[in-house]
C-alpha cells in the first residue's frame, strides 16, 4: 500500500484486492465475541471532518476503535477552522499532536491531497468535494463481491447526479482497474462534460439498461439542483431516472440495489425497493466498518496477525 | 530609490554613455552599439570601439555584448501592482523591480487595486509611485467602471486628463458583462483615443469555476471554467467594436476558439487587438492534478490543443502580444486547498524566457517577431508615445535608449526564492526555462544590469 489512500484511480489492482481481503478477515472479527483487535494500540487516528457526516465518521471511529488505536474526532464546526484557521494551520496542530493518520472529509475536491504534503502521518480520503470518496467505493465492491462472489465482468449501471458525486467517481476507477463494465445513467445536465474521457458507457435511458445490469446504484439527487436547472422538477427527475418498483422488475432475478446512502426516499428510489431482498443498503453500512478497518490496518502497518 | 557604486552621477545617467560592443540587433549582424544623451547614438562595425576610440563622451562604459541580442524594451499591457491595498503581495517598488529584471521598461498597472483605481485621485498615486521608484515606466489602466461593480461608468475621462494620462481601461478580474454598458464605454473612449481591455468571462457560465472545464476538470471533481464563457463575450465584443467603430482589447485570451473569433474579427476590419499570457503559452490544465493552486489562474491553463492555436496566433499576427498578467499573490493565498486560493501566477520575471522556448525555439517567431509581440504592438495598444513604426525602427540609430539585452543562450532553474516579487507564486518553479536578461535599459539609464537591480 501507498502511504494514503486520496483515490481509487491511483489504487492499483492489487492494493484494492488486498484492502477487499483484508476487509474480509475484518468482518471475521465484528463476528467473534470480542470484537476488537489490539493491532494499532497506541496509534493515533484523527477523524478530521470539515463537513456534518454522522454516518462515515462514526464508521471510521468504530473502525478506528475496533484495532485499538485512540481516536480523536475533529469537527471543523465549533473549532478554531470555523473562526478562520487554514487548512495549513489545522495540518500543523495535528502533526504537533502526533497524529498517525488523518481522516478528512472536506468540502473541497483536493483538500486532502494538500493536507497529504504537510503531515507526516497517513491521509485517509473520507470524502472530498466532488472528487471522490475511496472507502465509499472499497465497501462498495466489497459489498458486490459477498454478494455475487465477483466484481470482474460485473454489469454495474451507476445512476444519478454523477456531476457532483465523488462515490461515481471512486466507483467508475475502482470497478473499472477490477474489470467491471459500468454504465453511468442521467440526464446529461448531471454527467461532467469529460465523461467521454472515463471508463464507462453513457446512457441517458434508465430503462434501456436496467435489464442488463447485475448491479444498479443509485446516487443520492440534492432537490437543490433543481434551483439551478439541472432538470425541471422533482417529479419529472423521479419519473425518468428514479427507481420505482415498476422499473425495479425489469431487474434480472439476481440483480442487486445499491444505495450509498443517505437516500432521498420517493426521489430517487422508491421505499419498497430501497427495502427489498435486493438492497444491499444496510449490508453496506456494516461493510464499511470491516473495509474501513482494512484500510486503517494497511496504511498503519498494524502489528501481529489479523485474525 | 535605486543605488549602485557603479553608476556615478545619477540624475546625469541620460548623460552617460554605453556602448553594446559587439551587440545583435535583434539577433542580426553584430555591431557596436553607442547609447548616448538617452538615444541610439551611433552604429559602429563590431569590434571596432574601444576606451580609447574617437568621439565617445568622457566616462562611456564599454559593455562586452559578445552574443547578446538587442531588443526593445519590452511593454507589459497586464500588471498587478497590489498597490495600494495588498502591499504584502507586491508594491509598485518591488513589482516595477521585477519588471526590470524581466527586461520590462513599460508596464501597465491593472485598476483592481483597493481602492480601485477608479478615478484620477488612484492613477494619480500609482503613476508617482512609479516615478519614485524608478525601476520603469508605470502606466495606470483605469477602471470601466466604478468599483469594477459593472453598474456605472467610472470617470473615464477626469482619469484621461489626469497627470497619468490613462489610455487603457479594463474592469480586470471581472467582465463588463452588461452589453449596453460595454457599448457605451467603448464609445465613450473614442473621445481621447482610449481602448477597452476586456476580461472575457461569461460571468453565469463560470459561477464556481474552478478550472477548464474538460476531461481533467471531470476527473478531478472542480467546477469547469469553459471555454466558451471566453469566447461568447469575444464574439459579442467583437461585434460591438464593429458597430460603433471603436477600439477593443482582449486581455488573456486562452482558447482555440477564441483566437478562431479573432481571426474572423479581424478580417472584418474591426478595431480589435488581443495578449495572450506567457503561461497559457506553455502550461496546460494537467498541471491542476496534484491541487497545488500556483497552477490556479483565471482564465484557466487550457488543453494542449488551445496551446498550440494559441501559439500559432501569436505566430501570424492574430494575436497581438504578449501580457504577463503578473498576479502576486501572499502565500497564505496559495497555500490552500484549490477552491480557496486566489487565481493568478507571477510572470514578470519569467516572461521573455517562456517566449523564446515556445515561440522562438521552434521557430514560430525571430527576434523581430520578439520585439514586436512584446514591446511594439503592446506599446501601440496602449498608446505610448512614438513607439517605433517597426523592430528595426526601434533599435536603428536615433531611437530612444529603451532597451533590453538578452543573453539567448542559458538555460536557467526558476527558484521562486530568488525572484524580486514580493510574492512567490511562480508555476515554474523548479522548472528549466531558457535566456537570461543581461541589462535593461531606460531612456539610456540601466535599470537592471546582470540580474542585479541598478
Not at chain 1, 45 to 67: P, Q
Not at chain 1, 147 to 170: K, P
Not at chain 2, 339 to 364: D, F, H, K, N
Amino acid at each position: 500500500m501507498k502511504r494514503h489512500l486520496l483515490s481509487t484511480e491511483d489504487l492499483g489492482r492489487d492494493d484494492a484486492l488486498l484492502v477487499l481481503d483484508t476487509a474480509e478477515r475484518m468482518a471475521r472479527v465484528a463476528e467473534a465475541s470480542v470484537r476488537k483487535l489490539p493491532t494499532l494500540r497506541g496509534r493515533t487516528v484523527v477523524n478530521l471532518f470539515f463537513e456534518d457526516s454522522t454516518r462515515t465518521r462514526t464508521s471510521f471511529e468504530v473502525a478506528a476503535k475496533r484495532l485499538s488505536a485512540d481516536v480523536i474526532n475533529f469537527s471543523a464546526r465549533g473549532s478554531s477552522v470555523s473562526k478562520g484557521e487554514s487548512l495549513k494551520d489545522t495540518a500543523q496542530t495535528l502533526e504537533a499532536m502526533g497524529a498517525d493518520a488523518v481522516v478528512c472529509r472536506h468540502p473541497a475536491s483536493g483538500a486532502p491531497h494538500r493536507l497529504a504534503s504537510w503531515v507526516r502521518g497517513s491521509v485517509v480520503n473520507a470524502g472530498d468535494g466532488t472528487h471522490e470518496h475511496p472507502t465509499q467505493a472499497l465497501l462498495d465492491a466489497f459489498t458486490m463481491r459477498r454478494r455475487l462472489g465477483r466484481i470482474e465482468g460485473l454489469r454495474v449501471t451507476i445512476v444519478g447526479d454523477v456531476l457532483h458525486s465523488r462515490v461515481a467517481r471512486s466507483n467508475v476507477w475502482l470497478l473499472a482497474t477490477l474489470g467491471a463494465s459500468v454504465t453511468v445513467v442521467a440526464p446529461p445536465t448531471l454527467l461532467p462534460l469529460g465523461v467521454s474521457s472515463w471508463p464507462v458507457e453513457v446512457s441517458y435511458n434508465l430503462d434501456a439498461v436496467l435489464p442488463k445490469s447485475d448491479v444498479v446504484m443509485m446516487l443520492r439527487v440534492q432537490r437543490e439542483r433543481m434551483s439551478a436547472a439541472f432538470f425541471p422538477t422533482e417529479r419529472e427527475y423521479s419519473r425518468r431516472y428514479g427507481l420505482d418498483v415498476d422499473r425495479a422488475a425489469n431487474l434480472p432475478e439476481h440483480a442487486l440495489v445499491m444505495h450509498p446512502g443517505p437516500m432521498v426516499r420517493g426521489m430517487e428510489i422508491a421505499s419498497q425497493v430501497a427495502d427489498s431482498a435486493r438492497s444491499t443498503v444496510v449490508e453496506q453500512v456494516a461493510n464499511g466498518v470491516s473495509v474501513r478497518m482494512a484500510v486503517l490496518y494497511l496504511l498503519l502497518g498494524g502489528s501481529g496477525e489479523v485474525v | 530609490m535605486s543605488t549602485s557604486g557603479q553608476v556615478q552621477n545619477r540624475g546625469q545617467d541620460q548623460g552617460r554613455a554605453w556602448v553594446l560592443r559587439r551587440v545583435r540587433p535583434l539577433g542580426g549582424e553584430p555591431v557596436d552599439v553607442l547609447l548616448a544623451d538617452g538615444v541610439i547614438a551611433a552604429w559602429r562595425p563590431a569590434g571596432s570601439t574601444g576606451p580609447d576610440s574617437e568621439g565617445l563622451p568622457p566616462g562611456t562604459t564599454i559593455l562586452d555584448a559578445d552574443g547578446l541580442i538587442l531588443l526593445p524594451g519590452l511593454v507589459d499591457l497586464h500588471t498587478h501592482l497590489r498597490e495600494p491595498g495588498r502591499e504584502d503581495a507586491e508594491t509598485v517598488e518591488s513589482g516595477t523591480r521585477a519588471a526590470a529584471l524581466g527586461g520590462y521598461t513599460s508596464v501597465f498597472a491593472m485598476a483592481n487595486t483597493n481602492p480601485v483605481a477608479d478615478t484620477a485621485g488612484v492613477v494619480e498615486q500609482v503613476y508617482r509611485l512609479g516615478i519614485d521608484a524608478g525601476h520603469c515606466d508605470v502606466r495606470p489602466v483605469g477602471a470601466v467602471t466604478v468599483g469594477l461593480g459593472g453598474q456605472r461608468l467610472a470617470e473615464l475621462g477626469a482619469m484621461a486628463g489626469s497627470a497619468a494620462g490613462v489610455r487603457v481601461f479594463s474592469d480586470d478580474g471581472h467582465c463588463v458583462s452588461d452589453a449596453q454598458l460595454m457599448r457605451r464605454a467603448l464609445e465613450y473612449v473614442k473621445a481621447f483615443d482610449g481602448v477597452v481591455a476586456q476580461h472575457a468571462e461569461e460571468p453565469r457560465l463560470t459561477e464556481g469555476a474552478q478550472m477548464n472545464e474538460g476531461v481533467v476538470a471531470a476527473r478531478l471533481g472542480l467546477p469547469g471554467w469553459p471555454a466558451v464563457a471566453e469566447e461568447a463575450i469575444i464574439a459579442r465584443d467583437g461585434l460591438l467594436a464593429g458597430h460603433v467603430d471603436s477600439r477593443l482589447h482582449i486581455c488573456h485570451v486562452s482558447t482555440a476558439g477564441s483566437v478562431e473569433i479573432l481571426r474572423w474579427a479581424k478580417a472584418k476590419g474591426w478595431r480589435v487587438t488581443a495578449e495572450v499570457t506567457p503561461h497559457h503559452l506553455l502550461l496546460t490544465d494537467d498541471l491542476a492534478s496534484g491541487y497545488d493552486p500556483v497552477f490556479k489562474v483565471n482564465p484557466p491553463l487550457r488543453t494542449a490543443a488551445d496551446v498550440a492555436a494559441l501559439r500559432a496566433g501569436l505566430a501570424d499576427g492574430t494575436i497581438d502580444c504578449v501580457a504577463t498578467d503578473h498576479a502576486p499573490h501572499a502565500a497564505q493565498d496559495k497555500e490552500t486547498e484549490w477552491a480557496a486560493a486566489r487565481p493568478g501566477m507571477l510572470g514578470l520575471e519569467t516572461a521573455l524566457s517562456v517566449v523564446i522556448e515556445t515561440m522562438v525555439v521552434g521557430g514560430r517567431l525571430d527576434w523581430a517577431g520578439v520585439a514586436d509581440r512584446m514591446a511594439l504592438a503592446p506599446a501601440r495598444i496602449g498608446g505610448l508615445k512614438s513607439p517605433a513604426a517597426d523592430a528595426s525602427g526601434s533599435v536603428a540609430v536615433g531611437a530612444p535608449a529603451t532597451l533590453t539585452l538578452l543573453d539567448p543562450s542559458p538555460w536557467r532553474v526558476v527558484d521562486p526564492q530568488a525572484l524580486a516579487s514580493r510574492s512567490r507564486n511562480t508555476p515554474y518553479a523548479g522548472r528549466s526555462l531558457p535566456g537570461s536578461v543581461r541589462a535593461t535599459f531606460l531612456r539610456g539609464r540601466p535599470t537592471a544590469l546582470d540580474g542585479k537591480i541598478v
